[in-house]
């Protein structure tokens, strides 16, 4: 697979690489994907009092264009609302770093990511 | 731009300079060029010669009389034509094939065709190592049973089947044997004057020849008979038409009689090399070879990195060139068959590189595999989520995954 050079500089220094507090109240956490489909995304976001994303790490077990897609979530998600947030697109992912369409469902995995932990922070609520 | 350390040669292998060297004799005005079908001219007869010659080397390899070699494009036009050709020539005799679900798919997608024929196929499963069970082959033959193809080497894990012991158990049986031996010609010892199979395929490219170039071996003694697949100008006693491909032919027929002198010193090496090199990774946590690592060519090492996917893997180590069983290496998004069909899970499937050695791979290719791997491993399994629950002490197999 030749990818793009965003996807490389993704892959090569991924951004936020980390963990969050799980149980604590303003940390969401959203587990996606499968082993056996060969990848899996955990991405954690943190929310200050206004609401505001101030803190986002992943960690992905996939391909590169898993990690970088996770990466560049991660980067986006900052400073923004939950609601703002929830507007994200496996399609802007795509476009951004120009996947291939064989590697798509690897930013429909990452939408899915932060839709699901956007759900797990309301649920604390 | 460097380019990146050669270590996929079960992929394929370039071709040897000695082998291209005389290749390039057969090609131009001032070489023989002409025609092996020729009988009436000097040009046809230099090519017929030419011909002949390498018939004779690829038979010496393989312990064969050069009357029962069929040249074809390529091992899987000879699996291709070992399998229909006996279907369609014994049809009367029985419907029913066995195989290896481990098998290349140059065998599997052939007996697939012949399901939608109409014939009866059955797909054995493996032992955990990769190797035949033969009670289990015992088992499958039943009186309409008319071929058993098994491969010598497997592609992917390197495993060496025991065709002597399958072969017997065929001849009891009367049933043709047919071996894939693509990736065993010139690293095996094969000796077809003894050894108890009907047919076998064999590939130039995987022993430094050229692509695009294969045999298949067809029994004289006892006469195993099979129908053409490709028709034409009755070449190769019927068998397979179309204009010989003088400088192909005579391209592998080299190669072979290079391997012939060269096996045994290049086995020896290649087996320190691998040893190396597993010794290399054996230590980490978490790490699993692929196959039994006993019956196995020298040059092959399977080995999963458990909680790291391949590709990523294989993007990490991009300065050296190698295989994985990755889904997102292939087409199909469906990890290896093969890797499944021995028994592992989908994620040590995913988790596989496949490293082969070849003629010109040295001891700093291998030190330098080492060190890359380990520390591109450690720095994914950094990242990889997995890894941080079986830290925990997760069972990711009681996990309920929302597969998509």
Redesign the interface.
Known sequence: ?A?GEKVLDH?EN?RN?G?LDKDAKNVGTG????????????LQIQVNDEGIIEEAKF??????S??ASSSLLTEWVKGKTLAEAAEIKNTDIAEELALPP?KI?CS??AE?AIKAAINDIKSKA | MSVPTYMDYSATTPVDKRVAKKMMQYLTMDGDFGNPASNSHYYGWQADEAVKNARKQVASLIGADPREIVWTSGATESDNLAIKGIAHFYKKKGNHIITLKTEHKAVLDTCRQLEREGYEITYLDPMANGLLDLNVLKAAITDQTLLVSIMHVNNEIGVIQDIEAIGNLCRERKVFFHVDAAQSAGKVAIDLSTLPVDLMSFSAHKIYGPKGMGALYVRRKPRVRIEAQIHGGGHERGMRSGTLATHQIVGMGEAFAIAEAEMSDESARFKILRDRLLAGFIDMEEVQVNGDLDQRIPGNLNISFNYVEGESLMMAINTIAVSSGSACTSASLEPSYVLRALGLSDELAHSSIRFSIGRYTTEADIDKAIVLVRDKVEKLRDLSPLWDMFKDGVDLSKVEWAAH
């Open positions: 697979m990818y892959y991924p690489v963990v587990m996606v994907g499968a082993p056996a489909c060969g990848d899996v995304m955990r960690k992905t077990y996939g391909c590169g898993a990690i064989v469902h429909v995995l899915d």
